[in-house]
């Protein structure tokens, strides 16, 4: 049997491997199977030179990987077999220590974290018109991103190439700052200042650095399911709180009797009802989250693009010294590949939490970083967010009009005033999850409410989650008719 597997020809043509790695995999294969006992010399190098036809070089090259690896040890008596640490004592058998039955070769089990993770929402294909949270990037000003991108590499020295400062390059942590003092009311400095891999990665920074595994940590229901999916992973007990006009809902009895570690809030547009949290509710938040040791995410979504009335500023800034963790992303203002996000750290944290974050970062993405900082700095950004708060506007409108002229059931619809989608809420009767199913099948990549819940089986979280910002105008009317059609079938 030996003879048969080591002995017949090797593959010689167009696309197979080289000699020596064929002949490499044979000699391993043999003695992980038992077929070339533990201690068993090799054959003669020679000889194996003769009947493959191949160079001795070939045969030798092999020898030596096979020692290399650990399969072969070499001695003056020649080449042998290495006893492996995984044979039985006194067993020539490998293959007795690797059973080949299905139920034998099951992998460790999983963590008890991992098991709770569900998918929250089936993404489809993010490229079909009617993605939530898709930015215009066909009006993505590529040329202008090229350019930040070629000044910040000839300005950048070769050090630039090595491991920067775990807290993000300071030319953005400087520009990020001056942008959330401006734009936004956040009261913060560079140095309070944390570049992330996108907003999720400044989420999971958060469970890390502020909560122990087993504490409480709250989230709006129905909320961004990446929230629950951080507090997962952190071994946190998550528990959804409703969400009405006026943002999340907090049972005054809870700060009294399971206050949480930490409370996931969207206040300047939830996510996915497009709902502002009201000035009393931020104040309450903040006073209570004082009382309790709590800590306030905030997750300052599609803040950027507000299409009525002045921007809603961050509850971050409300107050001096507030207990927020204020969390933001470059996603829907660039785009979503660029992976770049930041955490704003309130100054009596920043200093105590340097140690842990020079552990957990490693400061890399530089040129991005440094590209993104010379777009902002040359006021690149600040024109493409006004060009794009003028699109989505339109898009928004246009889609309106849409659900008016095709949607012929009773329906709210929801938020508006902000970001790149709106919700349309739905009677019970027309099934979310179906009705999205089905518009995928079709073309559209429509959400369903309920997927954004964990409590996805009350009245108030069905309906839709339609985007606006990755589709144009001319195609809401064809679009929404095709949805219409699709209700009517639901209905039946």
Known sequence: MTDSLLFSSLADGPGAPSLQQQLLERFKQAILDGRLAAGGRLPSSRALCEELQVSRNTVLAVYEQLVAEGYALADRQGTRVAPLSLLPRGSDKLARTLPKTSAMRATPGQSRRMQTMALTRDAGDRSLPLTPGMPALSRFPLNAWLRAQERALR???PLVLGYGEPLGEPALRSAIAQYLRVARGVRCEASQVVVTEGAQGALSLCVRLFSNPGDTAWMEDPGYGGVRTAFHAGDLKTVGMAVDGEGIVIPERLWRTRPARLVHVTPSHQYPTGAVLSLARRLSLIEQAHRAGSWIIEDDYDSEFRHRGHPVPAMQGLLPEAPVLYVGTFSKTMFPALRIGFLVLPESAGEGAYPALAELLRGGHRLEQLALAEFIASGQFSRHLGRMRRLYRERQKALREALDAHLEMEHEVLGGDSGLHLTVRLPEAY????????????????????????????????????????????????????????LRKAAR
């Open 155 to 157: 300005r950048a020295p």
């Open 431 to 486: 099934g979310d999850i179906a009705i999205s199913a089905a518009a995928r099948a079709v073309g559209m990549n429509i959400g369903a409410l309920s997927s954004f819940s964990a409590s996805g089986a009350q009245a108030s979280s069905n309906g839709l989650v339609i985007g606006y910002g990755n589709t144009s105008e001319d195609q809401f009317l064809p679009l929404i008719q095709r949805l219409g059609g699709i």
